[in-house]
């Protein structure tokens, strides 16, 4: 729906029907009068924009209105009327949107989140850029807002499950990537039960072919180890994302890192708050790389081990 949307109103004759049509229902005398299209011209149009699903006809009496069919093509066409089409990836654009979103995000309404995710799905925004300028951003700010103490623990877990629904969304219009026969494990390790950034790393690699295994939060040291164990994945990637955990990460690193040498395919990659603040602690436990976000392990991390394949005959269960 949403790429159809750019796809039709790139035709001006269109884009005007569509416009007016933003004002209300129309008749086509009255699209007539307002676009200065020919009648034939303008029902070939509506014809077309009603196969497409994006306009509807309702009958009233001896007259037929035509209307938009969906609150997202009204939105997306709000966009194209702002001239924000060219500038979806610009920050300053970007911006407004992490404001829109942080905000409703707070408040507990979900409906202006999915509003902000449509808008941007509607301008092909990547899912990159999504994730590290949109997302992240706005509950950076929500949990900037729960440190000063301008909301509480309650409203922060809400934007979170809002934002992990989201994110689902997103997901769900995106199509994956050819499957590479790579397998990717990914936790948080004890004590770290912040899951958002690391979830975006899954969808990441998902989207670009990778199989993935998702532990979740607060995984314990054992069963980290013993799913590394049953999986055999070519990439381990941990999340520290809170103080004070840092002790428990690094001992899992060292023991990840310790069957590299019955493991050659095997890397190990931490990421989260600590993986920017210890980075040089995770290394010397034997920590391959750290990622501070998903737009470093995107355009530096991942791409170092494109050229690494899985050796035949990998388990894969």
């Known amino acids: 729906m949403k790429s159809q949307v750019f796809a039709e109103i790139a035709d001006a004759s269109r884009r005007n ?3 007016e049509l933003r004002r209300g229902p129309r008749t086509v005398s009255e699209l007539v009068s307002a676009t200065g299209l020919k009648q034939p011209n303008v029902s070939n ?10 306009v509807e006809a309702t009958k009233r009496g001896r007259l037929v209105f035509y209307a938009l ?7 997306a066409l709000g966009i194209a009327a702002n001239g924000l089409c060219t500038r979806a990836h610009d920050p300053i654009s970007l911006a407004t949107y ?3 979103y942080a905000e409703a995000a707070v408040r507990g309404e979900e409906a202006a989140c999915v509003a902000v995710v449509d808008e941007l799905l509607a301008l092909h925004v990547d899912l990159v850029t999504l994730y590290s300028d949109v997302l992240g951003p706005a509950m950076a700010r929500v949990g900037d807002g729960y440190v000063l103490g301008e909301i509480d623990e309650g409203q922060e877990h809400l934007a979170s499950a809002i934002t ?6 997103i997901v769900h ?3 994956k990537g050819v499957m590479n026969e790579r397998l990717a494990l990914l936790g948080c390790s004890a004590g770290n039960l912040h899951t958002l950034g690391l979830r975006m790393l899954s969808d990441y690699l998902a989207s670009e072919g990778w199989e993935v295994r998702f532990l979740g939060a607060n995984v314990p040291h054992q069963a980290f180890l013993e799913a590394e164990l049953r999986y055999e994945p070519e ?17 899992l690193v060292r023991a990840l890192s310790d069957r590299k040498p019955l493991r050659p395919d095997l890397r190990v990659g931490v990421g989260g708050r600590c993986a920017l603040e210890a980075a040089p602690r995770f290394l010397e436990a034997g920590a391959d790389f750290t990622a501070r976000d998903l737009r470093e392990f995107a355009a530096v991390s991942l791409p170092s081990l494109a050229e690494r394949r899985r050796p035949p005959g990998a388990n894969r269960l």
Request: net charge neutral; charged share 35%.
């Open 98 to 100: 992490v404001e829109r």
């Open 164 to 169: 992990e629904r989201a994110m689902a969304r």
């Open 17 to 19: 029907i569509l416009a």
């Open 235 to 251: 990439i381990v990637l941990v999340s520290c994302g809170a103080r004070g955990t840092e002790e428990a990460c690094e001992s």
């Open 45 to 54: 149009h509506l014809a077309r924009l009603r196969d497409c699903g994006l």
């Open 173 to 175: 219009f995106r199509t």
């Open 69 to 75: 069919n969906d609150p997202r093509v009204e939105a």
